[in-house]
């Protein structure tokens, strides 16, 4: 079993629209999550991290944790052409080392 | 300096060579980290640096691959004889101590032919 697993995708909104993405781990001593936004070609930007049960929210992105179920996941919301990207999911481990969900990939259609 | 930065960018390489790969980590990161990405996938842990020393390189896939770091600053992923299974983008990210917040590098885009 992997990890972080990214169990939704390819997704595809409508602008303006509300994109959720999800994520479960499976080590329950993970203490930190990240979301990393990846474009065509490009390496990986951090765009939210949490690490507390509950929201987060920072301008359109919404993170949300919930430990005991161990889920993670992500809303974006006012959706727009520029957030097509694939969107990974990160929980931090031991020794600070992330490891990465596979991944989904989400387009915005204009 | 201001970011992570890699070199090469590209590297084309025949099979059965060696390659070196470089990573000068944003001044002040302890923590120096590689990962691997095949095209179309995530990103696979290949090793991770604190300070000059490996507590963890489980991710090195076979003893062809090798990294190393100098102090607290540039690391080198080196790979012998490379296979074309080797190809994929090899990215480098570092962070303070605390972890929080991977800065990655741009990537080397390597090609075994």
């Known amino acids: 079993q992997k990890e972080v697993e990214q169990n939704s995708g390819p997704l595809s909104v409508p602008e303006g629209a509300i994109a959720s993405l999800n994520c479960t781990y499976s080590d329950r001593g993970s203490q930190s999550f990240f979301w990393y936004r990846q474009y065509s070609g490009k390496s990986p930007e951090l765009i939210m991290f949490?690490?507390?049960?509950g929201d987060k929210e920072d301008g359109r992105f919404t993170a949300q944790l919930n430990k005991a179920s161990q889920y993670v996941s992500l809303l974006i919301r006012d959706s727009q052409p520029s957030d097509s990207a694939t969107y990974l999911c990160?929980?931090?481990?031991?020794?600070?080392?992330?490891?990465f969900g596979a991944g989904t990939t989400v387009t915005v259609r204009a | 300096g201001a970011g992570v930065s890699q070199s090469p960018s590209n590297k084309v390489t025949e099979k059965g060579k060696d390659v070196e790969l470089r990573c000068d980590p944003i001044?002040?990161?302890?923590?120096l980290y590689w990962y691997r990405q095949r095209l179309g996938q995530g990103l696979e842990f290949l090793i991770y640096f604190q300070g000059n020393s490996a507590p963890d390189k489980s991710g090195l896939p076979s003893d062809r691959f090798s990294a190393e770091r100098t102090g607290e600053s540039v690391s080198t992923l080196t790979i012998q004889r490379t296979q074309q299974e080797d190809s994929a983008v090899y990215l480098c990210a570092s962070s303070r101590l605390d972890g929080y917040g991977y800065t990655f590098g741009s990537g080397t885009r390597l090609t075994v032919v």
């Open positions: 990160a929980g931090q481990t031991n020794d600070y080392k992330l490891s």
């Open positions: 949490i690490y507390s049960n």
């Open positions: 001044s002040g990161h302890t923590a």
